[in-house]
């Protein structure tokens, strides 16, 4: 026996794998194998007002929502096409009625479902419910590991109560749990106990995720933006705590790319190995690319295919593959291994998602980037704009002294 | 802070020859038709799990004791037990370190 039987290697960080790639001369034409996993934002709709949230700052309407028997159809159609995985998420997807009944759904056609919610509005039945309709994981964000200050960057009186309780009942119906908190300046401190709470709480991992600045965390980046030095405390609390648990906690990091030199392969590369769908049943190649405004999205409600859409629409082909690069990237040795870095991000900072990644030191406005971070960080306000569907509501002052 | 080691315990299994290894409730065991080959599924993460290790897999069934599955596979291939033990029982704890193998409840 060869030791490469003994391991089981994850395949969803390799783009070649099921793909095939007819890549052309500087063309679009390329064929893609479906994606293993697909995000599914139920709903816009969120009890909680996070400012780093990546939704859109347009947000969906609950009238424009995807009704139950189009989700339903949608689900049928991904496993029928090969998706194996989906994420329940939003938004909160708890606030939609018909969630059990979708979980149910998706597992009737066969697929691997997980919940990704801020489980305030979970109860001991609802979880019951979801695991036996077949839910097989779920993650639940916390915003701190003291409840003051997770509450206020929530904006949700005694939130931080309730995921907790939400937590232990889903170790008791035997869900396993992923915590999923999102770092930023006014929380980062707080990273080593929030640690010990997801081993506390019985967890069996936990994302550590800087704040990706698209959407409302884009409108935040000021009461958001780190410091270097934060940084770097992060990732040696990140390393110590890697080594002392394994095998009791697993631990993903997702680095933050102001300070960074090479830019993040964002989404795997464009269109290459992920899509999700939006509320309003949008097919997108990022969650966050409605924020490219330039871009014409199809949605499922279209005359359109899923695997149609996935192989030939406009928006996916646009930034597949390296033919559409410019320099610096179209002569870089680094354009396969990023693919250029994130086009949302190119977008907000350059005004064109057909541009380098700036996180990237090969960007002209790398530079630039890199002190807007510093200065933000030094000197940005602490008060946060609330995610809300009145367009964000700045939190009063006295409140944001508390961090 | 030492609020760490009770609940985890669990996931501290020890795989040994008498363990009596099954697959953890996050982790399906599949054959993907639309790429005609096997996958374990977990959350938020698929793996391909190459054909000794999905047979390997599907012996860990909750009833067989993994010194009977290295048996079985003995007889198989021809390599010596104690190599291919080793070889089980590291993927095994491997498998069960990441929290998708857990000890089958007697």
Redesign the interface.
Same mark, same amino acid.
């Given at each position: 026996?060869s030791?490469?039987?003994?391991?089981?290697?994850?395949?969803?960080a390799d783009p070649r794998?099921?793909v095939a790639i007819l890549e052309g001369n500087r063309t679009v034409a390329e064929q893609y194998?479906?994606p293993?996993?697909v995000l599914l934002e139920m709903t816009h709709r969120c009890p909680l007002q996070c400012g780093y949230c990546s939704n859109p700052v347009e947000m969906e309407r609950a009238s424009n929502e995807l009704t139950t028997d189009e989700w339903k159809k949608v689900l049928t159609e991904l496993a029928e096409?090969?998706v194996? @995985?989906v994420?329940f998420s939003g938004g909160e997807p708890t606030v939609r009625k018909d969630l059990v009944e979708l979980v149910q759904h998706a597992s009737d056609v066969?697929l691997?479902s997980?919940l990704i919610t801020s489980a305030v509005l979970l109860s001991k039945e609802k979880l019951e419910a979801l695991a036996d309709a077949g839910l097989?994981?779920i @993650?639940i964000s916390f915003q701190a590991s003291d409840p003051v200050l997770a509450n206020r960057i929530g904006g949700f009186r005694n939130g931080h109560a309730r995921k907790l309780e939400a937590a232990g009942w889903a170790r008791e119906v035997?869900?396993?749990l992923?915590v999923n908190a999102v770092m930023h300046r006014q929380n980062m401190h707080q990273l080593?106990?929030i640690i010990?709470?997801a #081993?506390?709480?019985?967890a069996?991992?936990i994302e550590v995720a800087n704040v990706q600045y698209y959407g409302w965390a884009l409108k935040n980046r000021a009461s958001l933006m780190p410091s270097i030095e934060q940084i770097d405390e992060m990732t040696k609390v990140v390393e110590e705590a890697e080594a002392r648990?394994?095998?009791?906690?697993?631990i993903d990091f997702v680095i933050p790319d102001y300070y960074a030199t090479r830019p993040k392969k964002c989404m795997g590369g464009w269109g290459r190995q992920f899509f999700n769908i939006t509320p309003a049943g949008k097919i997108l190649p990022c969650h966050a690319a409605e924020t490219i405004t330039d871009l014409n999205f199809e949605s499922v409600r279209s005359n359109h295919s899923i695997a149609w859409i996935w192989q030939n629409s406009d928006a996916f082909n646009k930034y597949r593959g390296t033919g559409w690069m410019p320099e610096p990237c179209r002569s870089c040795a680094f354009k396969e291994q990023d693919y250029g870095g994130c086009r949302c991000q190119a977008f907000a900072l350059t005004g064109s998602a057909g541009n380098t990644d700036p996180a990237c030191s090969f960007s002209p406005l790398h530079d630039k980037i890199f002190k807007i971070a510093e200065t933000e960080a030094a000197e940005g306000t602490n008060r946060y704009i609330y995610r809300n569907f009145a367009g964000g509501t700045l939190e009063p002052e006295e409140n944001a002294h508390d961090a | 802070?030492n609020?760490?080691a009770a609940?985890?315990a669990?996931? %501290?299994m020890n795989v040994s020859e008498a363990s009596v290894p099954t697959l953890?409730?996050?982790a399906?065991l599949?054959f993907?038709?639309? %790429?005609q080959r096997w #996958?374990?599924?977990v959350?938020?993460?698929?793996?391909?799990?190459?054909?000794?290790?999905v047979e390997i897999l599907q012996m860990c069934d909750g009833a067989r004791a993994v010194a009977v599955i290295i048996d079985l596979l003995v007889e198989k291939?021809a390599?010596p037990r104690e190599?291919?033990a080793a070889?089980?029982i590291?993927?095994l704890q491997?498998?069960?370190?990441?929290?998708f193998l857990v000890e089958a409840k007697s």
């Open positions: 026996m030791p490469s039987i003994t391991h089981s290697s994850p395949v969803l794998d099921g194998g479906i293993l996993a096409i090969g194996l @995985q994420h066969g691997y997980n097989s994981h @993650q035997g869900l396993p992923t080593p106990e010990d709470m #081993v506390a709480m019985d069996d991992r648990l394994k095998g009791i906690l697993a | 802070m609020t760490a609940p985890a669990r996931r %501290r953890a409730r996050g399906k599949r993907d038709e639309s %790429r #996958v374990l599924l959350p938020e993460r698929v793996m391909a799990p190459d054909d000794i290790a291939y390599a190599e291919i070889d089980v590291a993927m491997d498998l069960a370190e990441s929290g």
